[in-house]
């Protein structure tokens, strides 16, 4: 209900007892966006560093979705972790309600800020067609995830 959903922070639903601790940990999240970039890219990082399945978020914001990734029940919003990495990555595969879209996304920042994670990176992507006439000759903004995982500064954007 849209009661329901102005509750102050995303819940946050362990898969077991033992949940790793989120304090200085880099933390991504995968928007849904044009052409799934970040969530492609997330599936890359879980299916790479071989990330566990820790909990998923319940807000009635986001859309329901189910699925299965080989013999496991996968939801709408899934947080995974890597702790030879110290990362968690949340996957999210279905939209948010338009209506409730900045409410999702106030209540998922709470979280993450009480969560106290070092570093929170968006991934997402825009359509091309927005950059203004001064942005075509660059390459785009991608933001490159080396330096969190690295915990190094350096480049910010591509080609810098």
């Not at 969530?39 to 299965?68: S, W």
């Not at 001064?134 to 591509?158: N, Y």
Request: glycine fraction near 8%.
């Amino acid at each position: 209900t849209l009661q329901t959903a102005s509750a102050a922070m995303a819940t946050f639903v362990p898969a077991s007892s033992e949940v790793p601790s989120f304090k200085g940990a880099v933390c991504v999240i995968a928007d849904v966006c044009r052409g799934n970039v970040g969530q492609l890219a997330a599936d890359v990082l879980t299916a790479t560093l071989e990330m566990k399945r820790v909990g998923y978020f319940d807000d009635p914001a986001v859309l329901p979705a189910v699925g299965n990734e080989g013999t496991q029940m996968t939801v709408n919003v899934e947080l995974y972790h890597s702790s030879a990495k110290n990362l968690f990555v949340i996957q999210q595969r279905s939209p948010a309600v338009a209506a409730l879209a900045e409410g999702w996304a106030a209540r998922l920042a709470e979280w993450a800020s009480k969560s106290e994670f070092k570093t929170v990176l968006l991934l997402t992507s825009l359509p091309a067609e927005l950059r203004t006439d001064d942005r075509l000759s660059e390459g785009g903004s991608q933001l490159t995830l080396e330096c969190a995982l690295t915990g190094r500064e350096g480049k910010k954007r591509a080609g810098e």
